[in-house]
């Protein structure tokens, strides 16, 4: 039965790779902890696969075949478990949901398939199925940075307000203030940014019931989001930019952050308390600030805990330090 569930993040599992997954995965087993996968990493690893970069690409791969070695189970046939935040199990409906299970069965198969391949497929079914979870990484990241520049703007003028009044530090603090206290408005934004059904055309009242929900249940997501739309408003960063676009893939990691599930329905998990493993600073900084640090490992950390210290140390897969 299993002690604790662990879901990794797209880093961890480029960290792993082919090369460190057979000690990781036999340390776990020895330690009872069971992995499951986010949907979200999985199509941020098959989307990199066909990446600019080869280097990119290739990281991705040996990331993905990691993560089809370290979740697989099986039930008749091997399948691999997925895990969903609560932002996800609110926002689909019954329908939706069902369409969800079928959707994450096709991809839990479909990343087995791509395991077995030396190299990511070019052409055929493999190569088709990928490119169109390609597609809608870039969309997703596309739509999110342009939310998030758009909710920086006004950030930007509260800072510039303040700053004008006083130090910098003084501005960056009147903004979080600001982001914080606007509660509804901003926070149904957020929402929205991570929630595909709503969108700044729904109703007030509605994004407003969602926005308290959010406060209550998503507080690392939230801390997370405005940190980067603060960064975006003092231009330290443009998340039009795909580097930065892309971290609406961290803020779906602090969605499970803040899921504090067990997963109790399963037998096999023996109700065993969820915990998130990543490296970015950003994200263990937000986990901190909305008082979930408990939640969630660095590598190194998760290494530790389950007695490959002396791997982590080697490997440096320690958290960076927080800017």
């Not at 490992?297 to 897969?317: F, P």
Request: charged fraction near 25%.
């Amino acid at each position: 039965m299993a002690r604790e569930i662990v879901v990794y993040d797209t880093n961890a599992y480029r960290s792993i790779g082919r090369r460190h997954l057979d000690a990781v995965q036999r340390a776990q087993r020895e330690h009872s902890v069971v992995p499951v996968v986010s949907k979200f990493v999985a199509f941020e690893l098959i989307s990199a696969c066909y990446g600019d970069t080869a280097r990119d690409a290739m990281g991705a791969w040996h990331g993905l075949h990691a993560l089809a070695r370290h979740t697989q189970l099986w039930d008749g046939r091997p399948y691999i478990p997925f895990t969903q935040s609560h932002i996800e199990q609110r926002v689909l409906s019954p329908a939706a949901r069902r369409d969800d299970a079928a959707m994450v069965s096709r991809l839990g198969q479909l990343i087995l398939q791509l395991a077995e391949c030396a190299t990511p497929p070019i052409n055929g079914p493999l190569a088709e199925a990928s490119r169109e979870i390609r597609t809608y990484v870039l969309e997703r990241e596309a739509a999110y940075g342009d939310a998030l520049h758009e909710a920086s703007q006004m950030a930007a003028a509260l800072m510039l307000e303040q700053s004008e009044a006083g130090t910098d530090r003084e501005a960056q603090l009147g903004a979080m203030r600001f982001l914080r206290k606007r509660g509804d408005g901003l926070t149904a934004e957020i929402f929205a940014m991570l929630g595909e059904g709503f969108d700044e055309d729904s109703p007030d009242v509605a994004l407003a019931r969602e926005a308290t929900w959010m406060q209550q249940h998503a507080a690392t997501a939230i801390a997370f989001m405005h940190h980067q739309i603060v960064l975006a408003a003092g231009r330290e960063i443009d998340p039009r930019q795909p580097r930065h676009a892309n971290s609406v893939w961290d803020a779906r990691v602090c969605a499970l952050i803040d899921l504090e599930a067990k997963l109790s329905a399963d037998p096999r998990f023996n109700g065993a308390p969820v915990f998130v493993v990543t490296s970015e600073a950003q994200i263990l900084a937000a986990a901190q600030a909305a008082g979930h640090r408990s939640r969630v490992r660095s590598l190194g950390e998760h290494c530790d805990r389950i007695g490959l210290a002396a791997l982590a140390q080697i490997q440096g897969w320690l958290p960076r330090r927080v800017a």
